[in-house]
């Protein structure tokens, strides 16, 4: 398996912005670059969301709760894929996961997003 780390959260108030960031510094660059990646987000209780997702050829789709605040890229010279989250809402507030979309999934540890006043 190839480990991913997750950063960036913390806790903004509505409106403001954060970038998440996941990074995979064990992968090797070929194999990452071929990867299929995406966010996803979980409150307590609820299922692991879909929230945006970028493939090996830099296609994205998103959640339309999100389209046209958050951003996914990806720098496979970095091995990193990012998560610009802009206009950020209470509803927003969840544990958002990295994940390599594989047969099964390969998810990082989370980070947590708190958005409130």
């Known amino acids: 398996q190839v480990p991913l780390v997750e950063s960036g959260g913390g806790l903004v108030q509505p409106g403001g912005s954060l970038r998440l960031s996941c990074a995979a510094p064990?992968?090797?660059?070929?194999?990452?670059?071929?990867?299929?990646m995406a966010w996803y987000r979980q409150t307590p209780g609820q299922e692991r969301d879909f929230v945006a997702r970028?493939?090996?050829?830099?296609?994205?789709n998103y959640a339309d709760s999100v389209k046209g605040r958050f951003t996914i890229s990806r720098d496979n010279s970095r091995k990193r894929v990012y998560l610009q989250m802009n206009n950020l809402e209470p509803e927003d507030t969840a544990v958002y996961y990295c994940?390599?979309?594989?047969?099964?999934?390969?998810w990082g540890q989370g980070t947590q997003v708190t958005v409130s006043a």
């Open positions: 970028i493939d090996s050829s830099k296609i994205t």
């Open positions: 994940g390599i979309m594989a047969t099964p999934p390969i």
């Open positions: 064990r992968a090797i660059f070929s194999v990452f670059s071929a990867y299929n």
